[in-house]
């Protein structure tokens, strides 16, 4: 395939070489005349592991070349990649200025061109990107959106020190496009790069970047606030995360990873307050760690202003113990929900098959009686019943029961776990979805 790659910097370089290397015929367009010059030398415009070698060997094929002339460029190739910058500003935003004179040199060359082109955006840009350069090379080119080309939004992740081994052995590739032939038609350049592919929406492909990088810029401090800790304790941090890494279930896995309601039971409140309490004992600064819990109290409060937003009085609550297939009611974040709405003079019904306060015993008892001392005239045992009487369901955990209600079409549902049955109801609304 011919291909046309905007910008010859970090991402620019590396897609070129390896392109070529499976086979493409690659021309590099950039401003500077110093990088394009270094590219039709079959040198490369950057330092990196094996990079070197792959553009010689290419351009010793006659598959690299690169040039200043967009036109040129676009017109004899069926892809154009775009791998500008995206710079911060000084507030923080992104600087898309060099995207969208990108995307501007495009609409030029495709107005003189007849056949469809396929447009790529690699560079790291916000939800609505993809969008805006469409727009702008629909105006510029005269041409239609998904007619004469398609935008496609394929970010990269490429590290810098294994880019060329990111590049042709990803874990996986992330694509976004609402041309189906179109997107078939790109994925081509991916025939010999053996990695799972993604195929989204657009505006999942335009932000999964900034959440794997703000992931693991999360994943460094929070390994080093434990390792500021354990130093101070006289422990080897290394060996504490080497053995947190074995544990492939739960650590790291996608567990835990579906957004949703917040967190609690016995274990996770009480372990995290007390590795706080640990860290300033010991006087250290632990952000990450000390607000954890702050960020999972937000989490509640988002959920009882979207049950005050609803405009319903009468409230049934399915679950009240803090997950699934148990009676532990110790910090199930609905219990302080509950509170707050009783105290505002909602009506509540709780239909929860775990719970038996007969039974409860220990802490767990001792908990429930002093956040919810009423809590035997909420809760109800006939879930029919209650569901006639509510105006507003709120399910709070993923019992198997609840898949099988059948919640009257006039009743509003707020859904804190995602019970894909329910999305269909003409009044349901997913929490964070």
């Not at 004992?281 to 988002?302: A, G, H």
Request: hydrophobic letters at 35%; one cysteine or more; aromatic letters at 8%.
């Amino acid at each position: 395939m011919n291909i046309s790659i905007f910008g010859l910097g970090y991402v620019g370089c590396v897609s070129l070489g390896c392109l070529s290397k499976n086979g493409h015929t690659v021309i590099g367009i950039d401003i500077n005349q110093e990088k394009t010059d270094l590219i039709n030398r079959g040198l490369p415009t950057i330092i990196e592991k094996d990079i070197d070698e792959i553009i010689l060997n290419a351009y010793r094929m006659g598959r690299v070349s690169a040039t200043p002339d967009f036109e040129n460029a676009v017109i004899n190739s069926e892809v154009s990649i775009i791998c500008v910058g995206t710079p911060s500003t000084e507030q923080g935003h992104l600087n898309l200025s060099y995207i969208y004179n990108t995307a501007n040199q495009i609409g030029i060359a495709l107005s003189k061109k007849t056949s469809f082109h396929i447009i790529s955006i690699r560079s790291t840009v916000l939800p609505g990107t993809n969008e805006k350069v469409g727009k702008i090379i629909e105006k510029v080119s005269g041409k239609k959106r998904n007619e004469d080309f398609a935008v496609v939004s394929n970010p990269e992740f490429l590290r810098e020190g294994t880019a060329v081994k990111d590049f042709l052995s990803p874990p996986i590739t992330v694509v976004g496009c609402e041309n189906e032939q179109a997107l078939n038609r790109y994925l081509e350049i991916y025939d010999q790069i053996n990695s799972p592919i993604e195929k989204t929406s657009i505006e999942v492909a335009e932000i999964i970047k900034y959440v794997n990088n703000s992931y693991h810029a999360l994943k460094i401090v929070f390994a080093n606030e434990v390792g500021n800790i354990c130093k101070n304790l006289k422990i080897d941090s290394h060996e504490v995360m080497r053995i947190f890494c074995l544990d492939t279930q739960l650590n790291i896995s996608p567990y835990y990873f579906k957004p949703g309601f917040a967190y609690g039971g016995s274990c996770l409140p009480k372990d995290l307050k007390a590795l706080k309490t640990l860290s300033h004992d010991l006087y250290l600064k632990t952000p990450v760690i000390d607000n954890i819990e702050l960020s999972n109290s937000f989490q509640k409060e988002i959920v009882l202003e979207r049950i005050e937003k609803s405009g319903k009085t009468k409230i049934l609550i399915l679950g009240i113990s803090f997950k699934a297939g148990t009676d532990d009611l110790r910090y199930s974040p609905i219990v302080s929900i509950i509170e707050s709405l009783l105290g505002k003079g909602y009506l509540i019904n709780i239909y929860d098959k775990n719970i038996n306060l007969s039974k409860l015993t220990g802490e767990n008892k001792s908990y429930i009686t002093k956040k919810l001392p009423h809590l035997d005239k909420l809760l109800v045992t006939n879930i029919k019943d209650a569901l006639d009487w509510t105006e507003l369901v709120v399910i709070t955990n993923k019992e198997k029961e609840y898949e099988n209600l059948f919640i009257p079409q006039s009743t509003k549902i707020l859904d804190l776990v995602r019970i894909s049955k329910f999305e269909n109801h003409p009044f349901y609304e997913g929490l964070l979805w």
